[in-house]
């Protein structure tokens, strides 16, 4: 029998990513023709593209017809990008715009997936309209790459968020969930900085996000622009680590709040919280508890699965 395509399409960058996935999952459930692309990780399920190749990205979009596309594709590892500067600047920068310039041929709407690490950390919460000082590599391409998005599609969105956790393939995909073996391994003491202020935002919760700003903009094409989504609960990483610990019913005491300023690699700042009342006031959001968000994601790596009865059942 004819299976019903849904008239909206949505293509995905960075489909087989941490966000991407969950995105594309989104998407996919709630009545969207969607279309995922990765590079490395893209076969079977999603399209293999190179969004450095310009003519196999003119060719994809110009081929589905996209009404929305959602950029989540980038190097997001601040220390990669300290050390590969240029391969990073060539996905996070010029990929960006090309994507851009490709959407507004076609009136397709952009979401650019920016980041916190635009601003310095000095003055939080920043709105949308306060000025970016990126104190790392990483922050300055993707400040160069909104840029480059809203210079070649002026109806364009950019959606910054902050550090994101979710359903992970390794722990190491997110620097939240690679503190699980720290926290599991309670025989030695682990350090954890204590000095950077953080807002963990889970990826389910930003996927509803870039679907309800979608589906808002097919109604209304004034929604376009800066946006701000986040988690609402701040915490350092060390406080995140003794919240996995408690959600999990693990010990807690081997871990050592360091309070000084990382001295080793990128800068961070301090505290980059996102004010944001400007999407809350379109009636768009989501925010999954902390402890529940990261419990929903982490209990396939528990080492002990004796845990697992008392958690779950």
């Given at each position: ?40 990780r893209?076969q ?8 450095l ?7 994809i ?31 996070n ?12 041929a076609?009136?397709a ?10 601003f ?6 920043y ?35 902050p ?26 003491s ?5 000095w950077?202020q953080r ?35 701040q ?29 080793v690699g990128a ?5 980059a ?20 968000g ?10 002990d ?9």
């Amino acid at each position: 029998e004819d299976v019903e395509i849904p008239s909206r399409r949505v293509l995905i960058t960075g489909a087989t990513g941490l966000l991407g996935r969950a995105v594309f999952k989104e998407f996919n459930g709630n009545n969207w023709n969607a279309v995922g692309c990765g590079y490395r990780r893209a076969q079977p399920r999603f399209e293999q593209v190179n969004l450095l190749d310009s003519i196999a990205v003119h060719d994809i979009i110009h081929d589905f017809q996209p009404h929305i596309i959602v950029h989540c594709a980038a190097e997001r590892r601040p220390d990669v990008v300290e050390s590969q500067p240029d391969s990073a600047s060539q996905l996070n920068v010029a990929a960006s715009g090309n994507l851009a310039k490709e959407a507004a041929a076609i009136g397709a709407f952009l979401i650019y997936i920016s980041t916190d690490y635009v601003f310095d950390g000095t003055s939080p919460p920043y709105k949308e309209t306060d000025a970016p000082n990126p104190l790392n590599l990483y922050g300055k391409t993707k400040l160069e790459g909104e840029k480059a998005v809203l210079e070649n599609n002026e109806d364009a969105a950019v959606l910054r968020i902050p550090i994101l956790y979710g359903e992970v393939e390794r722990l190491e995909e997110s620097a939240v969930t690679v503190m699980f073996d720290k926290v599991q391994f309670s025989n030695k003491s682990a350090n954890m900085d204590h000095w950077q202020q953080r807002f963990p935002t889970y990826v389910k919760d930003v996927a509803v996000v870039c679907r309800q700003l979608a589906e808002k903009r097919m109604l209304d094409p004034s929604i376009k622009g800066m946006f701000h989504w986040s988690g609402n609960e701040q915490m350092t990483k060390y406080e995140m680590a003794c919240a996995i610990a408690d959600a999990f019913n693990l010990p807690s005491s081997h871990l050592r709040p360091i309070t000084d300023c990382p001295v080793v690699g990128a800068l961070r700042p301090r505290n980059a919280q996102l004010d944001c009342s400007k999407l809350e006031m379109l009636g768009i959001g989501q925010r999954t508890p902390f402890r529940a968000g990261i419990k929903e994601s982490l209990w396939p790596f528990l080492i002990d699965k004796r845990w697992r009865q008392t958690v779950f059942h």
